[in-house]
DNA sequence: TTTCGGTAGATTGTTGAACAATTTGGCAAC
DNA sequence: GTTGCCAAATTGTTCAACAATCTACCGAAA
């Protein structure tokens, strides 16, 4: 989907911005577009049809994208432009590099005191899965992944795994993912979480990172073979903007 | 410190600065400079006054401030101002909610391919020791921190860390620190290189595990002594720059 | 005296225009 | 097919202005 496909979307999203946050809520809706696939990783966000379309200046357009670049959902590349982070192999081993930190030490130390959102996050897998919604599952397994992490209690470490998902979500998007790339995992959710609850916090995190060493190969395995085929098609679609 | 005692100090920094990254260039100051303790906690960052002084126009100096405010070394209150973070009882909790799931998962998972700086960490803080440096004790002990983090070799994790730590900064900056206070530390993370290196990497994070619980303990306990005693002080430090 | 509004001044939020610096792409010359 | 240079487009940055909001001050009422 190019830029200039949902600027008659966002036009419609810019009527109301009130005084004392108007940067804000331009990254929110940037981020938004960005995470739902709308802005493809690789475009270019120029800074004079956004500013005209969000309806704000381009100093403030500046700003919002200050925000996005410390989150690395964007890429900021000096005197050249703003363009949508486009996800490298290094890029998605950097990520599994943190998760196998972060998640399975939420296992081993976080709280277990309330694992309501997880069970949720399961259920909900598993129903989209009885749908066929491949979208869904995709969204439930995140939820899954980020309460695992929510279980340290950690505002922080919890932005932060929001951020890893952001960009995990470019990832998916800048490749083809097969119908039934997640629907294996839900089961591993699931024992996760019987393992977690049952007080077998090694087992849970052991098994943890088990997974996410198989779903890093999977997804740089994925990401090789998109990367020839799109080439071609990613180039056009950045000329869009370049041009 | 106020403001007005470092202004001629960044006039003089404010020399060169060149197309392309100025409000990375201003952010860095600011950084810089708040981490040194000249720009102490609550203290209020005026657009006016650090814009005219840095020589950058307030639309960069924004985007400088946007950078900081991710890093939460900085907070932004709507229609008031910028304010150098002045860390709470509850954002120390936060810190070490977050240290308590990095460290020791680091040293529980992390590469043992290269513990050079740690062994230099380790050793700066005993010759700091030795030298009754108790600055240089308290940086040897954060490369400490910061190098177990990096065993996990993730940029995004080190960077999280590094922004951890330049918050512990400011935690000490808000109060009087006990010049002895570093000091049984530089044993205990002795000890758990020692461990780490001897594979016995259950052992090094639990010693990890019990040192941050430690340290929590105390940094609170210090807090809340300094509370107390310093709120007038604080109270007319930021007065300098309401005026 | 204390409290309650209300107003004036100062500061932040945001914009638009302008110019400087850099990149890009085309075009000529070799 | 290179190489070098020029023109157009885009980003980087500043400046001045105005809107919105907060702070502090001051007088009126209790």
């Given at each position: 989907m190019t830029l200039d496909e949902i600027l008659p979307d966002?036009?419609?999203q810019a009527a109301d911005v009130r005084h004392a946050e108007t940067g804000v809520w331009?990254?929110?809706?940037?981020?938004?577009?960005?995470?739902?696939?709308?802005?493809?990783p690789g475009a270019k966000l120029s800074e004079e049809?956004?500013?005209?379309?969000?309806?704000?200046?381009r100093n403030t357009l500046r700003e919002a994208f200050a925000t996005l670049a410390a989150e690395h959902i964007v890429t900021r590349i000096p005197n050249r432009g703003v363009f949508v982070?486009?996800?490298?192999?290094?890029?998605?081993?950097?990520?599994?590099?943190?998760?196998?930190?972060?998640?399975?030490?939420?296992?081993?130390?976080?709280?277990?005191?309330?694992?309501?959102?997880?069970?949720?996050?399961?259920?909900?897998?598993?129903?989209?899965?009885?749908?066929?919604?491949v979208a869904a599952m995709a969204s439930a397994n995140?939820?899954?992944?980020?309460?695992?992490?929510?279980?340290?209690?950690?505002?922080?470490?919890?932005?932060?795994?929001?951020?890893?998902l952001a960009e995990m979500r470019l990832v998916f998007h800048s490749m083809a993912v097969?119908?039934?790339f997640h629907a294996p995992y839900i089961d591993v959710n699931a024992r996760m979480l019987e393992?977690?609850?049952?007080?077998?916090?090694?087992?849970?995190?052991?098994?943890?990172?088990?997974?996410?060493?198989?779903?890093?190969?999977?997804?740089l395995t994925a990401q090789r073979a998109a990367r020839g085929e799109s080439a071609q098609a990613r180039r056009n679609r950045v000329g869009d903007y370049l041009k």
């Open positions: 966002l036009r419609r331009a990254a929110a809706v940037l981020r938004e577009r960005i995470s739902a696939g709308q802005l493809a049809a956004l500013s005209e379309v969000l309806g704000v200046s982070t486009l996800p490298t192999a290094d890029g998605v081993r950097e990520i599994y590099r943190a998760r196998r930190i972060l998640e399975p030490a939420a296992l081993l130390w976080g709280s277990d005191l309330d694992t309501g959102d997880l069970h949720a996050a399961v259920g909900r897998a598993g129903a989209a899965r009885a749908a066929g919604d995140q939820d899954f992944h980020a309460g695992v992490v929510a279980l340290a209690q950690s505002a922080r470490l919890n932005q932060q795994m929001a951020h890893v097969d119908p039934g393992l977690f609850e049952a007080g077998e916090r090694a087992e849970a995190a052991a098994l943890m990172v088990n997974y996410l060493a198989e779903a890093e190969h999977q997804v």
